[in-house]
């Protein structure tokens, strides 16, 4: 196993690290500019947050009955289709759908940070309370999974361009950082998400 996440980490090193700033930069800064623009639209924050509540009613994500081991496979489950979603869109080399998931996910943080500050709640410790301690977590997952489509789309247009080029290694490595590295994550944070972020949410109350 130390040779498989040694082989990761190279991996990384080499092939990944610019396409996963370069996203995380993304990520950031949708989010903020999200979150500003929503300050100034505050009935379409009041919508927009409605919208996002019922999606995680529907999937039973904020159900009070629903038990911390529940809540962490229901969070597991959740953020796995996601990012697998995510991963997948990079066999269709566009680049706008990872683009677009990636976009959509920290718009929803703005979205909710922005709610938050037009109701009068404390942004600062919700964040470090309630985001912080799985999204360390959940976050690099996201945008590693986004890194990844990119490398494959860019692979798909090597391919074309260079016969010589293995794309069947570059499937095969994308597949093996989003089973070792993608997924773990996520199975933390869900761990963290449902048992600690509580803890520490209760400290807020």
Do not use: H, P, W
């Given at each position: 196993m130390k040779k498989v996440y040694l082989e990761q980490w190279n991996l990384f090193k080499q092939s990944y690290w610019k396409l996963f700033v370069g996203?995380?930069?993304?990520?950031?800064?949708?989010?903020?500019?999200?979150?500003f623009f929503m300050l100034k639209?505050?009935?379409?924050?009041?919508t927009l947050m409605k919208q996002v509540s019922k999606m995680f009613e529907e999937k039973d994500l904020i159900d009070p009955d629903t038990s911390a081991i529940e809540l962490a496979i229901g969070l597991f489950k959740n953020n796995t289709m996601a990012?697998?979603?995510?991963?997948?869109?990079g066999f269709l080399p566009i680049f706008l759908p990872a683009i677009?998931?990636?976009?959509?996910?920290?718009?929803?943080?703005?979205?909710?940070?922005?709610?938050?500050?037009?109701?009068?709640?404390a942004i600062l410790p919700m964040l470090f309370a309630g985001i912080i301690p799985h999204g360390i977590f959940e976050i690099p997952a996201i945008i590693l999974a986004g890194t990844l489509a990119f490398y494959l789309s860019i692979g798909i247009f090597?391919?074309?361009?260079?016969?010589?080029?293995?794309?069947?290694?570059?499937?095969?490595?994308?597949?093996?950082t989003f089973v070792f590295v993608c997924v773990p994550l996520l199975v933390i944070?869900?761990?963290?998400?449902?048992?600690?972020?509580p803890i520490f949410l209760g400290m807020l109350v």
């Open positions: 996203l995380l930069i993304l990520f950031i800064l949708s989010s903020v500019a999200v979150y639209n505050e009935a379409l924050v009041t990012c697998l979603l995510l991963f997948v869109s677009g998931i990636i976009v959509m996910n920290s718009a929803i943080m703005g979205i909710m940070f922005a709610y938050m500050k037009l109701t009068g709640q090597r391919k074309i361009n260079d016969a010589r080029f293995s794309f069947k290694n570059c499937a095969t490595n994308s597949i093996k944070a869900a761990i963290v998400e449902a048992f600690i972020t």
